[in-house]
């Protein structure tokens, strides 16, 4: 796996505290050369001003919203929108998002799906999957 991809409503808009740790666990993905995204199904424009400050502050390498491309999830097609943003085939990808038909979507897609309830539980996935270590 070379890419995670995490979405933003629901998992990086929670407490300052989660929103602390997945900053450290995106920074010590991409130090490893693991590509980052924020995918979302936002209308995009002004009113994702949030999401765009995972970009602009170099804790993903895209961010990819619905109503920018013209695809949502689960689709497969925004999965490929994303895999290709990264320069990647799809089947390197791992979704992280709390929506389960989005995972499903994911997973119909080629992807590996981690279902996201709470921080703890996530990392302990994301960090397996991808042979990260350290504290987040």
Same mark, same amino acid.
């Given at each position: 796996? *070379?890419? %995670?991809?995490?979405?933003?409503?629901?998992?990086?808009?929670?407490?300052?505290?989660?929103? *602390?740790?997945? *900053?450290?666990?995106?920074?010590?993905?991409?130090?490893?050369? @693991?590509?980052?995204?924020?995918?979302?199904?936002?209308?995009?424009?002004?009113?994702?001003?949030?999401? *765009?400050?995972?970009?602009?502050?170099?804790?993903? &390498?895209?961010?990819? %919203?619905?109503?920018?491309?013209?695809?949502?999830?689960?689709?497969?097609? @925004?999965?490929?929108?994303?895999?290709?943003?990264? &320069?990647?085939?799809?089947?390197?990808?791992?979704?992280?998002?709390?929506? @389960?038909?989005?995972?499903?979507?994911?997973? &119909?897609?080629?992807? @590996?799906?981690?279902?996201?309830?709470?921080? &703890?539980?996530?990392?302990?996935?994301?960090?397996?999957?991808?042979?990260?270590?350290?504290?987040?």
């Amino acid at each position: 796996m *070379r890419g %995670l991809v995490v979405d933003y409503c629901g998992v990086l808009d929670g407490a300052e505290e989660d929103r *602390r740790r997945w *900053r450290k666990l995106l920074s010590a993905a991409r130090a490893e050369g @693991i590509a980052t995204a924020i995918l979302s199904n936002d209308p995009g424009g002004a009113g994702a001003a949030p999401i *765009r400050t995972w970009l602009e502050g170099g804790y993903v &390498d895209a961010v990819v %919203l619905s109503g920018e491309v013209g695809a949502e999830k689960p689709s497969e097609e @925004i999965f490929r929108i994303t895999a290709d943003r990264l &320069d990647l085939p799809q089947q390197d990808l791992v979704l992280v998002d709390d929506n @389960i038909l989005n995972i499903r979507g994911a997973v &119909d897609a080629g992807l @590996i799906g981690i279902y996201y309830q709470q921080f &703890d539980r996530a990392v302990v996935e994301i960090t397996g999957v991808f042979g990260l270590e350290g504290e987040f």
